[in-house]
């Protein structure tokens, strides 16, 4: 079966810093657009980076310059380095894997979502 599983959020105060990976299982990482979404509270979801199998990254421009998104096809993994952290920051971060090839094209899979808390 697919499954997505996003982890290793926590609390860390302001300008710090944490890594989320994303763990992938029943899919072929390397075939599959690897986003990262949040939703903080009482908010919609906000898309943050993509990378692409291509080597494409992208973000939006509130974390430009200051998180970065990356993945290894070899181990079916997706990472979020997320550095000099605001406030601002604080969401529930969702990767999401989005087929690219023929076959696959529209398929969807989501990470349970891991809680990320910036302050004090």
């Known amino acids: 079966q697919v499954q997505l599983v996003d982890s290793w959020g926590g609390l860390v105060q302001p300008g710090g810093s944490l890594r989320l990976p994303c763990a992938a299982s029943?899919?072929?990482?390397?075939?599959?657009?690897f986003n990262w979404y949040r939703q903080a509270p009482g908010k919609q979801s906000e898309w943050v980076a993509l990378?692409?199998?291509?080597?494409?990254?992208n973000y939006v421009d509130f974390v430009r310059g200051r998180l970065i998104i990356s993945r290894s096809d070899a181990k079916n993994m997706g990472y979020l380095q997320m550095n000099s952290l605001k406030p601002e920051d604080t969401a529930v971060y969702y990767c999401?894997?989005?087929?690219?090839?023929?076959?696959?094209?529209?398929?969807?899979?989501w990470g349970q979502g891991t809680q990320v808390t910036v302050g004090s």
């Open positions: 999401k894997a989005r087929g690219n090839h023929i076959g696959i094209l529209g398929s969807e899979y």
């Open positions: 990378d692409s199998p291509e080597g494409d990254r």
């Open positions: 029943g899919i072929n990482f390397r075939n599959y657009v």
